[in-house]
């Protein structure tokens, strides 16, 4: 076998291994992210993978990032356009994954309503059939309609003066 038909192998090898490296990257920021969504069922053993996934995830990113990195280098000179292109695709993928599960994204869907505003239950335009959550302490009650509680799933509030915290 020639100089050049290794080259070859050793770049198709090399384009392989950057390939497979950005696509498990991109899986230690996918897997918990799909696993773990509102409004959908969740097994005890997906979320326990999910839940590992994200604790491993920081580190084996980091290694990925590095590993394209080192790959990067060693093809960038003597490759065109096209996996240069490719190259910079692998490596932004990978960065944004490294820094996407140092976040806690999972905190970003609890938007938690400021200020609550209450009308007179006469003049709530809830539907009959509409669900809410109620709280009663001593005198005063409030009622939160499930609807809203799902999207923002947490409310500060003061009820007959105690300060309560209401989630869905």
């Known amino acids: 076998m020639s100089t050049q038909q290794l080259n070859r192998a050793d770049n198709?090898?090399?384009?392989?291994?950057?390939?497979?490296?950005?696509?498990?990257?991109?899986?230690?920021?996918?897997?918990?992210?799909?696993?773990?969504?509102?409004?959908?069922?969740?097994?005890?053993?997906?979320?326990?993978?999910?839940?590992?996934?994200?604790?491993?995830?920081?580190?084996?990113?980091?290694?990925?990032?590095?590993?394209?990195?080192?790959?990067?280098?060693?093809?960038?000179?003597r490759s065109s356009w096209l996996l240069r292109s490719g190259i910079i695709t692998s490596l932004l993928l990978c960065l944004a994954s490294t820094v996407m599960v140092q976040q806690n994204y999972f905190e970003w869907m609890f938007n938690p309503i400021k200020a609550a505003g209450f009308v007179a239950p006469g003049d709530s335009h809830l539907d009959d059939k509409e669900m809410v959550m109620t709280v009663k302490i001593g005198p005063e009650a409030r009622a939160y309609p499930i609807v809203q509680m799902a999207y923002h799933h947490i409310l500060n509030d003061t009820v007959a003066g105690e300060p309560i915290v209401v989630t869905y």
């Open 12 to 77: 198709r090898g090399a384009r392989g291994l950057l390939v497979v490296l950005t696509i498990f990257s991109l899986g230690l920021f996918l897997i918990p992210a799909f696993i773990i969504r509102p409004f959908t069922h969740q097994s005890a053993i997906g979320l326990r993978i999910a839940l590992f996934v994200k604790w491993i995830a920081p580190t084996l990113t980091l290694l990925a990032l590095l590993g394209v990195l080192a790959i990067a280098w060693s093809l960038w000179q």
